[in-house]
């Protein structure tokens, strides 16, 4: 084990600014991603701040309409509160779909959707991978790579963004707001927060060093069916080989995301015009840049009837 040292500070923009004046420091909440990682070795801070005491676990409607969603609300209670069950049912049924429930107890709404971009390469140390220790090339390239990247990917990273919440989020429109060392507020729309790997796969999101996550805010509700179907191996506990997170009317018109399918939740809107023709159009536009291995070819076929069984699910 590597030593590290430890600091619990009493407001966010303290929080932010420790991270910021130490090189190699990580925030810690749940700890359910940092924790796995720091016992491999992956990660290996030299200071954790704990903003676990920041208060910022509430669930607030918003004067437009939306909810303010507070960045140490726990998945499960973030899936069992009664407006986002009524307003934003996609978002509860992502939660509810992803990890354990024991995990859910512990994970927090910052820390899902900051959770390492990965694959099984980036695990084993053995093997190189660019977003481990960037430079030494990426072996799934040229290995295994069934549940990897199909579109968005680079010639330095095929993973895929491993969670749930995030696409929903992305279906929402959702808005994530963050504060720095000097105490500076920020609002990031979830489109701009994930990255594409291009030649920094070490770089999983637009924030900058020391920027910590207070909140995640979503706009009013839309109407229609809120739907999220996620395809995997097996029943729990699996990463997405497919989902579609979706908001949907009888005539097909709406919003879907999609993720498992690339180094962030999937979603192009200019395709979704296409809703009420069917899902071989919509995907047809969505995935028109995909360039899929043999292995995860199949991945694109999935993601079609995957929304056309969303598409049946409104309809009925």
């Not at 009664?82 to 779909?97: E, I, M, N, P, T």
């Not at 330095?156 to 749930?164: E, K, Q, R």
């Not at 808005?175 to 999983?204: N, S």
């Amino acid at each position: 084990m590597r030593s590290f040292t430890y600091e619990r500070p009493d407001t966010a923009a303290a929080a932010a600014a420790a991270v910021a004046a130490t090189p190699n420091a990580k925030f810690i909440a749940g700890g359910t991603n940092l924790l796995d990682l720091m016992k491999l070795q992956i990660e290996t801070p030299t200071h954790l701040v704990d903003v676990n005491g920041l208060g910022l676990d509430r669930i607030e409607a918003t004067p437009d309409g939306g909810l303010r969603i507070g960045a140490l609300v726990r998945n499960t209670d973030l899936a069992a509160d009664a407006r986002v069950r009524k307003d934003y049912g996609v978002l509860s049924r992502a939660l509810l779909a992803g990890a354990s429930g024991q995990l859910r107890n512990k994970a927090t709404t910052a820390g899902n959707l900051l959770q390492r971009t990965r694959c099984p390469y980036f695990y084993d140390t053995a093997q190189a991978c660019n977003k481990r220790q960037p430079g030494s090339g990426c072996s799934a390239l040229d290995g295994v790579s069934r549940q990897l990247a199909v579109v968005g990917g680079s010639n330095a990273c095929i993973a895929t963004h491993p969670g749930d919440m995030a696409v929903a989020m992305r279906v929402l429109d959702a808005t994530v707001e963050t504060i720095d060392a000097k105490g500076a507020e920020r609002r990031i729309p979830i489109a701009e927060f994930h990255r594409l790997p291009g030649d920094a796969p070490e770089l999983d999101t637009t924030l900058r060093s020391g920027e910590l996550i207070t909140a995640v805010t979503l706009p009013k509700p839309v109407a229609g069916t809120h739907i999220y179907r996620k395809v995997r191996d097996r029943a729990s506990y699996a990463y997405a080989l497919v989902s579609v997170a979706a908001i949907l009317g009888k005539d097909g018109a709406g919003h879907v995301a999609f993720g498992g399918v690339a180094h962030k939740p999937w979603r192009v809107e200019a395709a979704e015009a296409d809703l009420p023709r069917g899902a071989k159009a919509v995907t047809d536009a969505v995935f028109a840049d995909a360039e899929p291995t043999q292995e995860n070819a199949y991945k694109l076929k999935l993601a079609e009837r995957t929304l056309s069984a969303a598409l049946n699910q409104a309809r009925a």
